[in-house]
């Protein structure tokens, strides 16, 4: 069964660090590109960032780039997201999600939420 | 990037009905659009890949159709369970993957 689970969320001051981590087990992690996707409370889904495969390859929405970096870690099935200069605007629910065959999130984690409040 | 606008924002019809929800973008996707449904609480789910299939253990009442510019979902029959907000994605041109604002589907 192919599962997600997200952790590392929690309250930071603005301005302030966190890294959230999304563990993947029930397929070959190593196969797949993976996103972050995220949600403000009571508004709609957002592509924050994106990870090839191998993670040669990465991508970032222009609301966090220069602040955030996606990385993977193949030999512990394990995707990252180092946030940084967290800003109010950045609290949300985040969820990793598989990119399938189809090209679609086929799999999501049940989201981690982000707090950012002095 | 391409701007994906969902209509209606909210659709009140009842059990056994039929729905019809609408996704424009603001320039030719091909048929690489997505449909997710979402439940309160829950990480949203994939229906429909590339327009028109369903993902792995969809129902048949759902279905998508469209190309290019204008998609529509559709529940042939609503049950209890479907009433839910709905997402459409573009995955065509990008970054970024652009989603639209949604649609929620209550119960009248």
């Known amino acids: 069964e192919v599962q997600l689970v997200e952790s590392g969320g929690g309250l930071v001051q603005p301005g302030g660090s966190l890294r959230l981590s999304c563990a993947a087990s029930?397929?070959?992690?190593?196969?797949?590109?993976m996103h972050w996707v995220r949600q403000a409370p009571g508004k709609g889904l957002e592509y924050v960032s994106a990870?090839?495969?191998?993670?040669?390859?990465?991508y970032y929405a222009n609301s966090v780039k220069g602040r955030f970096t996606i990385s993977r870690d193949n030999s512990k099935n394990t995707l990252y997201l180092q946030m940084g200069s967290l800003r109010g605007e950045d609290m949300a629910v985040y969820y990793c999600a598989r990119v399938g065959g189809s090209g679609s999130h086929d799999y999501w984690g049940q989201g981690t939420l982000v707090t950012v409040s002095s | 990037e391409i701007v994906l606008t969902q209509s209606p924002a909210t659709l009140s019809l009842s059990p056994g009905e039929r729905a019809t929800l609408s996704c424009r973008a603001s320039q030719s996707v091909s048929s690489y659009l997505a449909w997710y449904q979402q439940k309160p609480g829950q990480a949203p789910r994939l229906l429909i890949y590339d327009a028109s299939n369903r993902a792995t253990g969809i129902p048949a009442r759902f279905s998508g159709g469209g190309s290019g510019t204008d998609f529509t979902l559709t529940i042939s029959s609503l049950e209890p369970e479907d009433f839910a907000v709905y997402y459409c994605q573009q995955r065509s041109n990008w970054p970024p993957i652009t989603f639209g604002q949604g649609t929620r589907l209550e119960i009248k």
């Open positions: 029930g397929f070959t992690f190593s196969s797949y590109a």
């Open positions: 990870i090839s495969s191998n993670g040669g390859s990465t």
